[in-house]
């Protein structure tokens, strides 16, 4: 149960960063180019080195 709170926090902490990076990145490259890339994103995660 300890081990697991701090992972808990992380996560949010994490996922809110990417979240406001996101959104704050769509300005500097638009939206449509900030879908493109999310959704080959995953792509790029599972066929990467």
Not at 20 to 40: E, Q
């Amino acid at each position: 149960m300890m081990l697991a709170c701090p992972g808990f926090v992380g996560v949010a902490i994490a996922s809110t960063v990417a979240t406001l990076a996101f959104i704050s990145g769509m300005t500097y490259v638009g939206a449509a180019s900030a879908a493109m890339i999310s959704n080959l994103e995953p792509v790029l995660g599972v066929f990467s080195p």
